[in-house]
Nanobody, 116 residues
């Protein structure tokens, strides 16, 4: 079956860095667009960053210049390097694999907490 497993979350001080990873199995990873979303308490889930199967990237304005998304097709992995973290980055971060239409899969999420 399809599995997306996020890792790398944790507690970090403001200004610090974390690197999230999402390992995919059960899909032909290379043809999927991959995304990172986040959801803070009492807020809607929001798109953080995305990378297409061809390697094009996009970012939410709030993270541009601080976060970098990348993919390693040989390892079926998508990463999110997060630098200069702020308390407002605190959220559960989710990985999503998207092929088109209704074909999409989500991970279980990993908690990121940034202390001030």
């Amino acid at each position: 079956q399809v599995q997306l497993v996020e890792s790398g979350g944790g507690l970090v001080q403001s200004g610090g860095s974390l690197r999230l990873s999402c390992a995919a199995s059960g899909i032909f990873f290379n043809i999927y667009d991959m995304y990172w979303y986040r959801q803070a308490p009492e807020k809607e889930r929001e798109l953080v960053a995305g990378i297409t199967s061809g390697g094009r990237t996009n970012y939410a304005d709030s993270v541009k210049g601080r976060f970098t998304i990348s993919r390693e097709n040989a390892k079926n992995t998508v990463n999110l390097q997060m630098n200069s973290l702020k308390p407002e980055d605190t959220a559960v971060y989710y990985c999503k694999a998207f092929r088109g239409g209704s074909v999409n899969y989500w991970g279980q999420g990993t908690q990121v907490t940034v202390s001030s």
